[in-house]
């Protein structure tokens, strides 16, 4: 149990849609980032959240965007979904001494 | 830019010894991690190595480092059947409050009995 819970755990979307992934820890921390991982790939950083502002950002259009709430909670926003957008999408708490990382949302699009 | 390479698959025996190795780019890396993926999983942290350290011990983990070379490696020793994954070496790109992890495509590690 990494103490990171990501939901849902699996999503299928249509092309074009937007979708929602969550991310909340049992500890809560300051800093929280999120990860695309494409099938076979290792994961790319997408962005990170510090204290409920964007503070950092991945080669990724402004389709992929974010928030971060009060009680650490954080969503991953994607619009205007694209088949490549298929992938596993991780979020990271951040703590100098090693990222702890979600289990993943799983998204494919069709 | 940033980047990380890693050979794609190692094959041991199990109780021998696994070296998996990685090279990065970014010479700035203060904390260099490595990571284990199981199929279908998360990443699960395994130990992590400061830069100014060239070796760190942790149970049947190795991590050494070479600065100079910007090359690191992680040794199993007495591998097991359960430590076949996935293996990401992941150097901190940037500070401890915005930086992000560099990730290359990850050594399959296959352990056979």
């Known amino acids: 149990e990494t103490g990171v819970t990501q939901s849902p755990t699996h999503l299928i979307k249509t092309r074009g849609q937007q979708v929602t992934l969550r991310c909340s820890s049992q500890?809560?921390?300051?800093?929280v980032s999120w990860y695309q991982q494409a099938l076979g790939q290792g994961p790319q950083f997408i962005f990170q959240?510090?204290?409920?502002?964007?503070?950092g950002r991945g080669n990724f259009p402004p389709r992929f965007s974010g928030l971060q709430f009060p009680n650490y909670s954080s969503e991953l926003n994607v619009n205007a979904l694209e088949l490549d957008d298929s992938a596993l999408y991780l979020c990271?708490?951040?703590?100098?001494?090693?990222?702890?990382f979600g289990s993943g949302t799983r998204l494919t699009v069709v | 830019g940033e980047d990380v390479e890693q050979s794609l698959f190692l094959s041991v025996r199990e109780g021998d010894s696994s070296v998996i190795n990685c090279t990065y780019t970014?010479?700035?890396?203060?904390?260099l991690y490595w990571y284990k993926q199981e199929p279908g999983a998360g990443l699960q942290l395994l130990t992590y190595?400061?830069?100014?350290?060239d070796m760190k011990q942790d149970q049947r983990l190795t991590v050494l480092l070479n600065k100079k070379d910007k090359h690191l490696s992680l040794r199993i020793a007495d591998t097991q059947t359960g430590d076949s994954a996935i293996y990401f070496c992941?150097?901190?790109?940037?500070?401890?409050?915005?930086?992000?992890?560099?990730f290359g495509q990850g050594t399959t590690l296959q352990v056979k009995p």
């Open positions: 992941a150097p901190l790109s940037g500070s401890s409050n915005t930086g992000k992890l560099i």
């Open positions: 190595i400061f830069s100014n350290m």
């Open positions: 970014d010479s700035s890396s203060t904390y």
């Open positions: 959240y510090y204290r409920e502002e964007e503070n």
């Open positions: 500890s809560g921390h300051n800093t």
């Open positions: 990271a708490i951040g703590q100098l001494y090693g990222y702890t």
